[in-house]
């Protein structure tokens, strides 16, 4: 295990290329679960749940499909991989964390066709990592995601106290915040390649 790409990865996957700010993956939960810290720590903690478990299942599912030549099946079976995560995580919050559960609402479902989540499982195909390389990937991607829904909410709980023109208010003044965020987190190109 080649632990400078081990580094490099991470550092990558949380700031440098992080979804949400430099992929463009996932903005609607970033938008749509930022509104409290609370339920963004959460949709990040079942968005991390999910990213490792898929991808530990998917990547020895996609080197079957490869080798059975049907790869074209990629989509289908990966998606149906990422909803059976959702469900366990949906089920286990609904017993465990009800309150959680109807704060994240129709996003927790959602989480199953969110584009990040897939988008990690043909980014690692296209990068070819190893599988420990994966798995780390899939874990610090799902932290850079998490990092990004943490700080949007912590900047959307402190708008909701300012004076912000009407017509600003609400999901404008997000999506400003979000570009800003967005072009902040651009100085760290080129720390990693």
Known sequence: MDVNKIFLITMSAIFVNNFIFSRFLGLCPFFGVSKKM???IGMGFAVIFVLVMSTAVIYPINLLLVKLGIDFLQVIVFILVIASFVQLVEIF????APALYHALG?????ITTNCAILGTAFLVLKEKYTFVESLVFAFTAGVGFTLALIMMASVRERLDLAKV???FKGLPIAF????LMSMAMYAFVGFVK
């Open 106 to 110: 129709i996003y927790l479902p959602l």
């Open 38 to 40: 609370s339920s963004a």
């Open 176 to 179: 400003i915040s979000g570009a």
């Open 93 to 96: 919050l609904k017993k465990m």
């Open 165 to 167: 023109p009407k017509a």
